[in-house]
């Protein structure tokens, strides 16, 4: 089955820096990959997600790019700010049959310093 | 709407109890899914449902059952429960198509004694 790894499990940033979170993935039929925030206390959100014919997406201060040959994605996060400090997740699907199989990366805690 | 409600939000089991944990959607959603999250393992899942009354194995299956008898409701069952059960789980719903967000309750804490 899929198997994701996600770099790095701890990443901290001052205010303002840059964060990258990478993921890489085994199934080269996988073809969605999502990233989701969890907050303490609370369940994951999606906050960006790609397909696997498009090679980057942007949404305001975050960014995901797809290297499919490489068979691996990351998470852009610019300007970073205090609201940005949870737990990322990446993902990975693979349609089979009547239903798609979400596989998660085991997460990256990020802390956004003052 | 509320979205998905998870019952209960905490509970403490002796081995060998057993309990069910309820999740509900209000978003008409053809799929459900039960998770649990471990300290370094990320989100594995347990079960999923793909309609009302079916039902359909995950990664991490043994010691739960589920069951999906209203559209609206994925119960996930502990029969005998142990001390590896001991997790955080979160049911999640999407709607019926190959991909698309998965919608997250705010989760169910377990602790196995």
């Known amino acids: 089955g899929e198997n994701v790894e996600q770099h790095p499990s701890t990443l901290s940033v001052q205010e303002g820096d840059s964060a990258v979170i990478k993921c890489t993935y085994s199934?080269?039929?996988?073809?969605?990959f999502p990233w989701y925030k969890q907050e303490l206390g609370k369940g994951p959100q999606l906050i960006i997600d790609?397909?696997?014919?498009?090679g980057e997406k942007k949404d305001q201060r975050i960014a995901v790019t797809l290297n499919k040959t490489a068979k691996h994605f990351s998470l852009h996060i610019t300007e970073t700010q205090p609201e940005d400090s949870a737990v990322y997740f990446c993902?990975?699907?693979?349609?089979?049959?009547?239903?798609?199989?979400?596989?998660f990366g085991t997460g990256t805690r990020l802390q956004v310093t003052l | 709407n509320a979205g998905v409600t998870q019952t209960p939000k905490f509970r403490v089991l002796k081995t060998g109890q057993s309990m069910t944990l309820l999740c509900a959607q209000d978003?008409?959603?053809?799929?459900m899914y039960w998770y649990r999250q471990d300290p370094g393992m990320g989100l594995r899942l347990i079960h999923y449902?793909?309609?009302?009354?079916?039902?359909a194995k995950g990664e991490v299956p043994d010691g739960y059952n589920v069951s999906r008898l209203k559209k609206q409701n994925f119960l996930l069952g502990l029969e005998s429960a142990a001390p590896s059960q001991t997790s955080v789980y979160f049911c999640?719903?999407?709607?019926?198509?190959?991909?698309?967000?998965?919608?997250f309750g705010e989760g169910s804490r377990l602790t196995v004694l």
């Open positions: 999640a719903s999407r709607l019926a198509e190959v991909t698309g967000e998965l919608f």
């Open positions: 199934d080269s039929a996988s073809n969605y």
């Open positions: 790609i397909r696997s014919n498009v």
């Open positions: 993902a990975a699907s693979t349609y089979r049959g009547t239903a798609s199989k979400l596989t």
């Open positions: 978003m008409n959603h053809e799929y």
């Open positions: 449902s793909v309609g009302e009354g079916t039902t």
